[in-house]
């Protein structure tokens, strides 16, 4: 008798063809759709050749970043366009029209994919970072490390700050602290130097920055160099999580939560984010005029800040420069077949001292 329970060999061998051809066939849609993304993509990123204008440029350079919204990456961005301009060059800020947000990585592999005649990357010390800078090298497209290097790659070159130069101005702000500490001691029951200056600096966890490691040695090296006999001080790094900005904030407030007693007496911040969340939690836990924060970036809302006396000093850079350099550095590539390794933008510390100077000399720049 014939068993309604177990099906006939051809039957499953039917079903079985069934499969892989749908399998098949979902595998060669996908392979279509990413080739058509691509094409169509490609398209878009390279429309500089019929823009809107009707203006042919010569060549197309990006710029990648992981924070493109910013103030500070904003300016960059604005220097690296007008000077490319001025050599009929086009820069588009990678990631900035498109729906989703993308890695550095990711945004590499599109402009690895998208055969672009140059690359400005905010890069990093990865593994996965090198390979795609080498890779970028290998397919002819010269790429310049912008800001956060990767020594270990065949980059062309790198564009970024003194990092051991900003160390000692933070460093020696940090010692200007430590004097009004002592003035105000005087003025207390507790003895002069008695106190302990509690110093935190801020890294972010995703960050592999040489630079980073050079800048805090810099700053231990100028305090215990300028230092005087009987000051106490202890140092901390603090990591932050900067998966993104809520995370950054929920970290920075998480100092202030879980110290107690022990918030620390400075903080030193090494980006614009965290130089902003920083004085808005010191604000909202009321710690003004106890906590000093040494900020990083000039941006409108910090300098404000700075005239308040919520934040002592920053760090102002001049980030159009970086743009500017990194549009050097390509055309000198093309133009002569090499170019410098390193390029520094000029940096200035800003505190209650000079702001209102700052300020008027900064507003007859953009007035030019």
């Not at 900005?245 to 984010?273: G, T």
């Not at 040494?294 to 420069?321: F, H, N």
Request: aromatic share 10%; with cysteine; glycine share 6%.
């Amino acid at each position: 008798m014939y068993d309604m329970g177990k099906k006939p060999l051809g039957f499953i061998r039917n079903k079985l063809n069934k499969s892989n051809v749908i399998l098949s066939l979902t595998i060669l849609f996908v392979i279509l759709v990413i080739v058509v993304g691509l094409v169509i993509f490609r398209f878009n990123i390279l429309k500089y050749n019929v823009p809107t204008d009707d203006k042919v440029y010569d060549k197309y350079y990006v710029m990648i970043t992981d924070n493109y919204k910013s103030d500070f990456w904003q300016e960059i961005y604005k220097g690296a366009f007008e000077a490319a301009k001025e050599q009929n060059i086009y820069v588009d800020l990678l990631g900035d029209n498109l729906p989703t947000q993308y890695s550095c990585e990711q945004l590499m592999k599109i402009a690895i994919a998208s055969k672009v005649d140059g690359i400005m990357v905010y890069a990093n010390e990865s593994d996965k970072m090198t390979e795609l800078i080498n890779e970028a090298e290998d397919e002819g497209i010269p790429v310049v490390t912008l800001y956060s290097d990767n020594t270990h790659s065949n980059r062309l070159s790198f564009v970024g700050v003194g990092s051991y130069n900003i160390g000692r101005e933070y460093g020696k702000q940090i010692l200007n602290i430590i004097k009004d500490k002592d003035q105000k001691s005087e003025n207390t029951d507790s003895e002069a130097g008695d106190d302990v200056t509690n110093i935190a600096v801020l890294v972010n966890s995703s960050s592999e920055e040489t630079g980073q490691n050079i800048l805090i040695s810099a700053i231990k090296d100028a305090i215990e160099q300028g230092g005087e006999d009987g000051d106490k001080f202890s140092f901390n790094i603090i990591t932050i999580i900067d998966t993104n900005a809520f995370s950054v904030e929920e970290s920075i407030r998480d100092i202030f939560l879980n110290s107690n007693d022990d918030i620390p007496d400075v903080i030193v911040c090494l980006n614009e984010l965290n130089t902003v969340c920083t004085y808005q939690a010191v604000v909202d836990f009321t710690k003004v005029g106890e906590t000093y924060i040494l900020g990083y970036y000039d941006s409108d809302a910090i300098i404000r800040e700075i005239e308040k006396g919520t934040v002592y000093a920053t760090v102002g850079i001049d980030s159009k420069q970086l743009g500017e350099y990194c549009i050097t550095a390509l055309s000198d590539y093309y133009e002569f077949g090499n170019t410098s390794q390193y390029y520094t933008a000029d940096v200035k510390l800003i505190n209650q001292n000079n702001v209102a100077s700052y300020k008027k000399e900064k507003e007859a720049q953009q007035d030019e």
